[in-house]
């Protein structure tokens, strides 16, 4: 089983900066993946930034290339997301997911993910 909870949401005016953090419980990680998504009301939720841990790589979709970066802290199962540049555009409800094992290409598909946290809030004006 794995327990996700995230935290570090709040309001930040536009060009700030914010950092996100989901606490992991009860897996091991082992070529785990996490990611973190965002979702507005009535809209699908869109993958941002994916840490695949198996193979020490990230991804990340366009939208957010350059400002957001995903991190982890091992040590404190933690995963970051730091936000930088933010816009209004931004403010959404943001989640992070993990998997045991996410195939190779999938790593942005919001299906692929079994696990979610409830989600922090992020507005930005």
């Known amino acids: 089983h794995v327990q996700l909870v995230e935290s570090g949401g709040g309001s930040v005016q536009a060009g700030g900066s914010l950092r996100l953090s989901c606490a992991a419980s009860?897996?091991?990680?082992?070529?785990?993946?996490m990611g973190w998504f965002r979702q507005r009301p009535g809209k699908d939720r869109e993958a941002l930034a994916v840490?695949?841990?198996?193979?020490?790589?990230?991804y990340y979709a366009d939208s957010v290339k350059g400002r957001f970066t995903i991190t982890r802290d091992k040590a404190k199962d933690l995963v970051y997301s730091q936000m930088n540049g933010l816009e209004p555009e931004d403010t959404d409800m943001y989640y992070c997911?993990?998997?045991?094992?996410?195939?190779?290409?999938?790593?942005?598909?919001?299906?692929?993910?079994?696990?979610w946290g409830q989600g922090t809030q992020v507005t930005v004006s």
């Open positions: 009860g897996y091991t990680y082992k070529r785990n993946c």
């Open positions: 997911a993990a998997d045991p094992s996410v195939p190779r290409g999938y790593w942005l598909v919001e299906g692929e993910y079994n696990f």
């Open positions: 840490l695949w841990i198996g193979g020490a790589t990230t």
